[in-house]
């Protein structure tokens, strides 16, 4: 029963662990970007701080501010370069992007969609955390299965 309950509770761990990245998708319409901050489960990041800095700053942010309550955040960049945008919501999910803005869209000549590549698919986060739940109970039961052979000893 015991055994049980601790795989039970490895296995919520590993879910609750994993329902949280964070995704950050970048609508860029000229002359302004709107971004779009998600958890992994898409819902939005409602009133997170939010960060913008200009190209080759590190320091001084350009714009700050809060997502607002469907977690979107929209700043109006000046000049052309990368432009580096970071989204936080004081309770342990942040998640950074660099957003390229090029001289054509500041003119106002293009314009488009950006997805943020680096979301980690869903059923990835789901493999990975069986692979997890799998090698710690091999783990488990190899050390039990050791200490049965030392006591027929």
Do not use: N
């Amino acid at each position: 029963m015991k055994k049980t309950l601790f795989c039970l509770s490895i296995m919520a761990f590993t879910v609750l662990a994993f329902a949280h990245g964070v995704g950050i998708k970048v609508v860029e319409q000229s002359p302004f970007i709107k971004t779009e901050s998600s958890y992994s489960g898409e819902e939005p990041i409602a009133h997170a701080r939010a960060l913008v800095f200009a190209p080759d700053e590190k320091e001084t942010e350009f714009q700050r501010g809060r997502t607002d309550a469907y977690g979107f955040f929209v700043f109006i960049p000046d000049r052309a370069g990368d432009w580096r945008f970071e989204v936080d919501d004081e309770m342990g999910h942040r998640k950074e992007i660099v957003i390229p803005v090029t001289e054509e869209f500041l003119k106002g000549d293009a314009f488009g969609d950006q997805e943020d590549e680096t979301e980690v698919p869903t059923y990835i986060k789901i493999i990975l955390g069986l692979s997890l739940i799998i090698g710690i109970t091999g783990i488990f039961y190899g050390i039990k299965a050791k200490r049965m052979l030392k006591s027929k000893k």
